[in-house]
């Protein structure tokens, strides 16, 4: 029986290895590797055929250790399956190739205590800054501050947050879109939202935590100054999710007076209140009209395609990183207020919105 060798792991190349190959000192090596200037040309290129030959790549943890800077971001998302988030992670990733920086991408799935983990993990992986869509509102900001660290919030602050952001115009964006409604003939005007209840959006002023109660605030500026009542009913709270939607889609259309429109404050909640008015074969919009918030690729090609809310999403994240990179490289002052970054969203007008059906109208 033959016996069995264990196998020595094929050692690394070293810069000693670069530099016996090339025939140049260590030092020229380590020039080259730190992109120094005072190498020369034909020096430079025997060098850099040498690693290329050995397949060297230099430690770039040493490297970062040595230097107090990894050129790597961290970036937190509540729900990295959002299409939405897709596209800020893309403007991220197209800014940091340009700048030179790399992104940890992480995915809190909406949940504080796994938003705090990743956090932990940004740090131990020394990364430079932090780019971050919170779950919490009120306890990131103090876990990343406390720190003196660079970070950049998007699409959501925490309360009395006063750093860096870049965010959407979202009061002004729901009520340009339910004002859209309302010039069409609709007055039975329902809302999908999250995470606040009726008597908070009919009696007294929401508090400022985020994109979903300045969207109720647009949405309740649009309907009192067109002097229509906010009918408990026609509010609903999808959580912003697929299965949400759909289930408050059932629930509206099964009112004994079913509003003649929804806007609806998320794309996945849109996805379930299409699928509720398709399977109970409601017309869109003979019957129902339907305005969401995001646009993306898939809306057009809905039957009908859907009106809607467009964010600049990629637009936020190029910004988002871009301010980020300017910390990282230019702190602000201990007590400066940072700079927030507001973002125009655009009403996209598709087949899914119409007038309301006669009976409908006032």
Same mark, same amino acid.
């Given at each position: 029986?033959?016996?069995?060798?264990?196998?020595?792991?094929?050692?690394?190349?070293?810069?000693?290895?670069?530099?016996?190959?090339?025939?140049?000192?260590?030092?020229?090596?380590?020039?080259?590797?730190?992109?120094?200037?005072?190498?020369?040309?034909?020096?430079?290129?025997?060098?850099?055929?040498?690693?290329?030959?050995?397949?060297?790549?230099?430690?770039?943890?040493?490297?970062?250790?040595?230097?107090?800077?990894?050129?790597?971001?961290?970036?937190?998302?509540?729900?990295?399956?959002?299409?939405?988030?897709?596209?800020?992670?893309?403007?991220?990733?197209?800014?940091?190739?340009?700048?030179?920086?790399?992104?940890?991408?992480?995915?809190?799935?909406?949940?504080?205590?796994?938003?705090?983990?990743?956090?932990?993990?940004?740090?131990?992986?020394?990364?430079?800054?932090?780019?971050?869509?919170?779950?919490?509102?009120?306890?990131?900001?103090?876990?990343?501050?406390?720190?003196?660290?660079?970070?950049?919030?998007?699409?959501?602050?925490?309360?009395?947050?006063?750093?860096?952001?870049?965010?959407?115009?979202?009061?002004?964006?729901?009520?340009?879109?339910?004002?859209?409604?309302?010039?069409?003939?609709?007055?039975?005007?329902?809302? !999908?939202?999250?995470?606040?209840?009726?008597?908070?959006?009919?009696?007294?002023?929401?508090?400022?935590?985020?994109?979903?109660?300045?969207?109720?605030?647009?949405?309740?500026?649009?309907?009192?100054?067109?002097?229509?009542?906010?009918?408990?009913?026609?509010?609903?709270?999808?959580?912003?999710?697929?299965?949400?939607?759909?289930?408050?889609?059932?629930? !509206?259309?099964?009112?004994?007076?079913?509003?003649?429109?929804?806007?609806?404050?998320?794309?996945?909640?849109?996805?379930? !209140?299409?699928?509720?008015?398709?399977?109970?074969?409601?017309?869109?919009?003979?019957?129902?009209?339907? !305005?969401?918030?995001?646009?993306?690729?898939?809306?057009?090609?809905?039957?009908?395609?859907?009106?809607?809310?467009?964010?600049?999403?990629?637009?936020?994240?190029?910004?988002?990183?871009?301010?980020?990179?300017?910390?990282?490289?230019?702190?602000?002052?201990?007590?400066?207020?940072?700079?927030?970054?507001?973002?125009?969203?655009?009403?996209?007008?598709?087949?899914?919105?119409?007038?309301?059906?006669?009976?409908?109208?006032?």
């Amino acid at each position: 029986m033959a016996m069995m060798t264990k196998k020595t792991p094929a050692r690394r190349p070293t810069m000693a290895d670069v530099a016996r190959l090339a025939d140049v000192s260590v030092g020229t090596v380590s020039a080259v590797v730190n992109d120094s200037t005072t190498v020369r040309a034909r020096l430079r290129k025997r060098v850099e055929d040498a690693m290329a030959a050995l397949d060297y790549h230099p430690n770039e943890i040493a490297r970062s250790l040595k230097l107090q800077q990894t050129h790597t971001i961290g970036m937190v998302v509540p729900d990295v399956a959002n299409p939405f988030f897709t596209s800020v992670i893309r403007g991220v990733e197209m800014e940091g190739r340009e700048r030179g920086y790399s992104v940890i991408l992480c995915d809190a799935n909406n949940d504080i205590e796994e938003e705090r983990r990743q956090l932990s993990i940004l740090f131990s992986h020394r990364v430079d800054g932090v780019l971050i869509s919170s779950a919490n509102f009120h306890a990131a900001e103090d876990r990343l501050t406390r720190r003196r660290f660079p970070i950049v919030f998007f699409d959501r602050t925490p309360l009395g947050f006063r750093g860096d952001a870049v965010l959407t115009d979202n009061l002004m964006a729901s009520y340009r879109a339910v004002r859209y409604l309302i010039e069409l003939g609709h007055r039975r005007i329902a809302i !999908l939202s999250g995470g606040f209840n009726y008597s908070a959006l009919a009696d007294g002023p929401l508090p400022p935590a985020g994109p979903r109660a300045a969207r109720i605030e647009g949405y309740r500026k649009a309907m009192q100054e067109a002097s229509f009542p906010i009918s408990s009913p026609y509010f609903k709270q999808g959580d912003y999710k697929l299965a949400g939607g759909y289930q408050c889609g059932l629930e !509206l259309l099964g009112l004994p007076e079913p509003p003649t429109a929804v806007f609806s404050c998320n794309n996945l909640m849109t996805l379930g !209140l299409m699928g509720a008015i398709t399977e109970r074969q409601v017309a869109c919009p003979g019957q129902i009209s339907v !305005l969401g918030f995001d646009d993306f690729d898939w809306v057009a090609s809905f039957n009908p395609p859907l009106t809607t809310v467009a964010q600049q999403s990629c637009e936020m994240g190029r910004k988002a990183m871009e301010v980020l990179v300017e910390r990282i490289e230019s702190p602000v002052p201990e007590g400066e207020r940072g700079q927030v970054i507001v973002l125009e969203a655009e009403l996209r007008v598709r087949r899914s919105t119409g007038p309301p059906p006669r009976e409908g109208r006032s």
